[in-house]
């Protein structure tokens, strides 16, 4: 697969792929959309103490990064795993500038972040271990893991990667979430909103990231866990 750093309106760096005519973050701004849609609409707003995320779709990394910076910014003890089928190439990693814009810190988180050990808890930080999960969300074991207070569901947009925004995975999704656990999403279409609204989730439109005029959020009000 080819890949090619483009740099977005915040300055940010994001990847292009030509074969799928995709790329990873908007190009309104790469950090900018990542903080809003991951950190502020989903992170933050969720007030579990010891929150566990899930996320599907790793990527860059670029939302594991922010997380663990809001993480230590707000002493919260922070448990996320990170699924993802098509692990980056450390040359494609280097070539990304987030580390570089944020600060020294995320720069070297970035770089833990990248070089840690797959398929195990790692300890990124004092409020931050991360467990990097090589699978296929359409096909992994589901009974790895229950209980999420949040979901950052980040797969490639609807009309480019459609397997992954069917109701089996909407279905599983809910059932490992959290009473009061959340789910977000950058997307915003109205198939998606209907199908997660049909898992169980009481859903949310929220104006969107520059660019974009809304996203999804979905609550658990209700749950046997």
């Known amino acids: ?25 908007s190009l309104n ?45 707000h002493k919260k003890n922070t448990s996320y795993i990170s699924l993802e089928q098509f692990p980056l190439s450390e040359e494609i990693i280097n070539k990304l500038n987030y580390g570089k814009l944020l600060s020294h810190r995320a720069s070297e988180l970035f770089k833990i972040i990248h070089r840690c050990r797959w398929e195990m808890f ?22 790895i893991k229950k209980g999420f207070d949040i979901i950052y569901y980040d797969a490639f947009a609807p009309n480019k990667q459609e397997e992954m925004w069917v109701p089996e995975i909407f279905n599983r999704l809910f059932d490992m979430t959290k009473a009061g656990g959340i789910l977000v999403t950058y997307s915003a279409k ?21 660019g974009k005029k809304e996203m999804l959020r979905g609550i658990k009000v209700n749950s046997n866990i």
């Open 1 to 25: 697969m080819q890949y090619q750093i483009i740099t977005t309106d915040d300055g940010s760096n994001t990847i292009y792929l030509p074969d799928m005519d995709e790329q990873y973050h």
């Open 29 to 73: 701004g790469a950090i900018t959309e990542s903080d809003y849609v991951f950190i502020e609409k989903g992170y933050l707003y969720n007030k579990a103490t010891n929150p566990i995320v899930f996320e599907a779709g790793f990527g860059t990394g670029l939302n594991c990064l922010l997380t663990a910076l809001a993480a230590e910014k």
């Open 122 to 143: 790692v300890k990124i930080s004092h409020y931050f271990q991360l467990y990097k999960m090589f699978a296929d969300i359409t096909k992994c074991d589901w009974q």
């Open 190 to 210: 109205g198939e998606v909103r209907r199908r997660l609204a049909a898992a169980g989730y009481k859903m949310e439109r929220l104006p969107g990231p520059p």
